[in-house]
């Protein structure tokens, strides 16, 4: 598969993958290997806060760079702003990622 991942199993209630290429953050938010197919269907909760946690920490700082930003525009605050907008939606789809476990066809995606 040129995405990746593959599909495991498939049962009414959730679809199990295998991906071969994974992000850094993917590795550290995986489900254990001996995990089972009796999935409960609760999202990662520590997940979903540290996720959450960051958003309010990037927002805070977007909210800071917008007030001073007559003081403080230049090349490197740009490259900064667009990092942080980067990592802020890479958390957003963790987040939407983490509701959307019983789709097939996000988990192919």
């Given at each position: 598969d040129p995405q990746g991942c593959e599909t495991v199993h498939t049962q009414a209630s959730h679809t199990k993958c295998l991906c071969h290429q994974l992000a850094t953050f993917a590795i550290l938010a995986q489900q254990p290997r001996d995990s089972s197919m009796d999935f409960t269907g609760v999202p990662s909760v520590p997940l979903m806060i540290g996720c959450g946690i960051a958003c309010m920490a990037l927002l805070t700082l977007l909210a800071?760079?917008?007030?001073?930003?007559?003081?403080?525009?230049?090349?490197?605050?740009?490259?900064?702003?667009?990092?942080?907008?980067?990592?802020?939606?890479?958390?957003?789809?963790i987040l939407v990622g983490q509701t959307q476990i019983h789709s097939k066809g996000v988990c192919m995606m």
């Open positions: 800071v760079y917008a007030a001073f930003w007559r003081f403080i525009k230049s090349e490197r605050s740009i490259i900064l702003l667009n990092f942080c907008l980067s990592i802020m939606a890479s958390n957003i789809l």
